[in-house]
């Protein structure tokens, strides 16, 4: 028995395209398709499929909306999610929505039917464009080392100096507040970045927010 | 230096007061034209006691040498030293007299203890025939001295001292008085200097509030006209200058207003007509180009006539294929240049991530980015989202293209009700104010500028050269600022 599909994708022409491109495989076949959200969510609903082939924008609802309200009917749905997006923000929130594929409409003709046949199995699927995207957000980001226990060999006035910066003044606005001049400012927030070893302000203001300089909380 | 030292002296004249100054003109005038009268009445008034004082002591001369006539010739000294006592009691002025005999030996005088040597002659010429008294210099004063033959000088000769105290009295109780006079007048004058500067300067000092008031911004203050004269007609001609100051004003506010609505439009228009465009080419062309690429796809993997394929090898398959997928790139770029569709969708944290992710592969410039939030705020208002990334992608092309940093950061701070930017690079850095003459990398900074004023926030630039460029932008958020939760909104 094939494997039933239904396409959901506002673009007619591209449905057409692909549903000609499915059907040429003989263990797939397209059985429904529908052009917006609402009605996507109607008709998979209806209708019995194996995998919803779902367009991330389309009119009416957006494609995460739909994901998450036809996975409320039918949690063990198989969707793969067709889009132009290669973004690792979308990557992250389909798959939290508990889609099951991810592909990107240029290596449609390629990969979706393999994206597919995974997807149906039950296996998780990343477009192979995308992978070096996954693999460099999950390597990039290192946890910093907590630069800790070195507020004590900053003097009082460059604790402060630290904060103001922390908060977004400039110079002449520090100097200002500390009643010195804009010099003395430079020097101690020279000071600051040489002692600290800070590299930028970002990292100065993340060390300020770490160490509780620098409050953001809400009320 | 002489020069230098006039016009100090007379700049700090012209810095007092003008009460003051009238009061110096007042006090000059009186002082100098009291001195001339003192000066000149003095003279006429010593003259004439002088003459009189002299015409006395001649009188009296003569009216001793008329009583002394007798005694002197009788020689009984006993009646001549009583007439002397009687004259000297009589006149106080006298100072001495001395009477000597026709061999000019002396007889008697008023001097107990000998007489001084300078008058031991007759000094003095004789009267008559000769009526003019000697003036005689002495520790005690002036004395007028004159010298009288006694019955013509056949029985001897009366001299006669008389001090001028009287007249010197007369002339100082006369300085006094003027002095007084002059006293009186200052007084009055200062007085009337007081009165006549409240008068002159009360207008003025009107003047100088009304225009202090005008300096502050309240635009409608006018200044009272208290009378007609010059000042009068200064308030007058300042009432006019305000009244067109303020109808100035009011038209550049208008305008102002008309320009702020003008670029909130224009920027408007700008993001709304990106942002379709962006769409346009995103889902339609992008779609078009998708749709094109699954049918070369299909007819060339699936086509079942040998013919076709010869008409359609698959080198040629591939290549169009290949050129489908790079027009569909350009597209996505073009698209993204336009407006990232991550912005509207996952906000600016993300956009800006993803900006800035960009930015690290293309240029060698190493970039900290911390976008700062407490847990459980909503996304910023979209407007102000939107302006802050492209704040931030005009900085970026700042610090590529002018700043030559090797490392810049970028910061946001959101706080409940503010959101802070911040970017930073350790750049060459520039002259502020020479930017702004050459007005070329201004009018980006320009742009930031006026798209931060249309949020009522606040733009401070920090840079001088070789230290460095400081962008802060500050915008504040409203109390409910309503943010566009929503995902994807097409």
Redesign the interface.
Known sequence: MPIRIFIAD??A??R???K??LE?EADLSVVGETGNGFDTIRAVAETDVDVLLLD??M?GL????VAEEVLKGKPNLAIVVLT????E??LQ?FFRLGVRAYVL??S???DVAQAIRAAQKGKQYIDPALTGLVISSYVGRQPTKPKSARLDIMTPRELEVLTLLA??H???EIAEKLCISERTV?THRTNIMTKMEF?????L??FA?DHGM?K???? | MFRTFVSSIRWRILSFPIFLKIIGIGIITAMLFGAVTLLQTRATTSDILYQLLEQKTIAMGHSLADTLERPTSTGDYYAISRHLKEAQKSFPEIRYIIVRSHNEKVIASTFESGIPPDLSKISSPLCPPKCTAKTIGSDEGIIMDISTPIAGGYVGFVQLGVLDHIVTRELDSLRNRVLWALFLCAAIGIAYAFMLTGILTKPIRHLVQAANKIREGQFATRATVFSNDEIGRLAVAFNQMAEALMQYRQEVQAKEKARLSLIERTVQIQEDERKSISRELHDHFGQSLLALLLQVQSGCKYSPSRCARAHFPDSLCFHIEDTIRKIIEEVHRLAWGMRPSILDDYGLESALARHIGEVIKTARLEIDYQFLSPDGLKRLPIGVEVSLYRIAQEATTNIIKHAKASHASFVVLRQIHEVTMLIEDNGQGFDFAAANEKGDQCLGLLGMRERVNLLGGSFVIESAPGEGTTIRVRIPLAEDSNANTDLHSG
Do not use: Q
Request: overall charge neutral; hydrophobic content about 35%.
């Open positions: 506002d673009h022409v591209f057409s395209g692909l000609v491109l040429k991330v924008a009119p957006s494609g995460a909306r132009m997006h290669e973004d923000y979308y929130e409409k240029k449609t003709g390629t908060y977004g400039t110079n002449g430079e590299k930028s302000r970002a990292e203001v993340r927010i620098l953001l909380a809400v009320d």
